[in-house]
Structures are given as structure tokens and as C-alpha cells.
Nanobody, 121 residues
């Protein structure tokens, strides 16, 4: 499934925005369902958002309309636009690829290394 590389993380103040990108090498990102997950220190991995092969999107309950996942086929990326960020959003964000997609991390079998998102209060 190729290599997945996340980018776009960083430090932002509460209420700010970040745009994460998941780039795929070796294959096109449009060939897979892509999911975004996050993991904060001492916490379990948590589903954030996913886009499947038909373009349907799914979000974790905590997102509450603040995030948007989308494909940019020209760049061969899947992006996660995050708005109205809160300190509770601080975590390492990973993208993952699979044929199935969905909200469970066990459905994904290729993972990126992650990008750190830190939201200050």
C-alpha cells in the first residue's frame, strides 16, 4: 500500500486551525480508504475521521463539525482541516490506509508515523 507520511502538525492556540495532510507514495491515495486517528499521552488511540473509496466521510463524535476530511487527488493526499481547536485535541495524529475503511483502527493495515498537534490554552 506504499508509504504514508503525515504533515501539517504544529503548535496552535485554542480556537485556531491546522490542516494536516496524508501523502501516499508507491500508490495513489485515491486507491484506498484513509482514516485519521489520534493518540494522546496515556490515552488509547481514538478515531478522528475517515473517507472511503466512494467519498463518504465519517467523524468521531467529539469532532462536532469542527473537522473536515477530504481528498486532493492532484496532490495525492487526504487532508484533515481542523478548526476551532481545543487543548483536548492535543495528540499525535496518524493517517492509515485500508481497502475497507471505517472507524476501527483494526480495519487499517498501513500507518504513517504521525504528526504532533499541540493546542495551547
Amino acid at each position: 500500500q506504499g508509504l504514508l507520511v503525515e504533515s501539517g502538525g504544529g503548535l496552535v492556540q485554542a480556537g485556531g486551525s491546522l490542516r494536516l495532510s496524508c501523502a501516499a507514495s508507491g500508490r495513489t491515495a485515491s486507491s484506498y480508504a484513509i482514516g485519521w486517528f489520534r493518540q494522546a499521552p496515556g490515552k488509547e488511540r481514538e478515531f478522528v475521521a475517515a473517507i472511503n473509496l466512494s467519498g463518504d466521510t465519517y467523524y468521531g463524535d467529539f469532532v462536532e463539525g469542527r473537522f473536515i476530511v477530504s481528498r486532493d487527488n492532484a496532490k495525492n493526499t487526504v487532508d484533515l482541516q481542523m478548526n476551532s481547536l481545543e487543548p483536548e485535541d492535543t495528540a499525535v495524529y496518524h493517517c492509515a490506509a485500508s481497502w475497507m475503511g471505517g472507524t476501527r483502527d483494526t480495519s487499517y493495515n498501513s500507518w504513517g508515523q504521525g504528526t504532533q498537534v499541540t493546542v495551547s490554552s
